[in-house]
């Protein structure tokens, strides 16, 4: 089952799932002008195959969303560490909390378009101040765009990531942080008894960039289940059936990249790039990896009120 998420100048609401849609009001036009984002989402949660119970959320343990304030355009993708499941805790709750904060902190105008750190730091710190303790890890991906000076700017902690694409190339990528194979940088909550032997990571330690962007140019946001599964040149055979910053095309395209990973990571014989990094780490391993997959798929296009 998919789950697709529309954020165009002609949607009045999400199509499915829970994050709150937001009209971008963005052309396809040129100029000196504002830019802004047309983004159009997919996501799958893991399925859990061979007569096992699939998971209820479209998205499993990974969250999303897409927000606007007057001076910038903001999206995240958050991976729930999916290891607190054996301990009782549902990891989908850390980081749909977290990118739920996320949104409600660029929507209130409590951040600076060129600290995304910023917003992943105060929205861990909120939940860091819960009353009622929320126990999990997740790693981020935030994407800012600046209206006025048409600069990118980014934070990523972990494996999930950005892709910038221009003219059918790959000019920016966010680096995937791990501190072994199989495990990246994370946010997380521990119970007071497992604090220290729980790994950690600080927002700080998130990889930040910033960048120009241009118009026309495509922004895919995804968690790791996209890229563990599909390797730049099959994403970029799928960008190149995007013609314009028309919503439809952008939606259709998102779920076209969605389900061909989803697809891949059901495949026994296909060497998936999770593969390929786990023998080139002195593992045996051959096919997809069944994950849980987010995407985010963007167009910078003018902004016009």
Known sequence: MFSVLSYGRLVARAVLGSLS???SRAGSG??????????AGCGFGKDFRKGLLKKGACYGDDACFVARHRSADVLGVADGVGGWRDYGVDPSQFSGTLMRTCERLVKEGRFVPSNPIGILTTSYCELLQNKVPLLGSSTACIVVLDRTSHRLHTANLGDSGFLVVRGGEVVH???????YFNTPFQLSIAPPEAEGVVLSDSPDAADSTSFDV?????ILTA??????????????QELKKLKNSNYE????TAR???????????????????????????????GGKPDDITVLLSIVAEYTD
């Open 21 to 23: 849609q937001t009209d």
């Open 30 to 39: 040129g100029g000196g002008g504002d830019y802004g984002l047309v983004t």
């Open 173 to 179: 990528r966010s680096d995937e942080q791990q501190h």
């Open 214 to 218: 241009q118009l026309g140019d495509i």
């Open 223 to 236: 968690t790791d289940g996209l890229f563990d599964n599909m390797p730049d040149y099959m994403i970029l």
């Open 249 to 252: 095309s952008i939606q259709q």
């Open 256 to 286: 076209s990249i969605a389900e061909q990973a989803h697809e891949l990571a059901y495949d026994p014989n296909y060497m998936s790039p999770f593969a390929q990094f786990a023998c080139d780490n002195g593992l045996n391993v051959r």
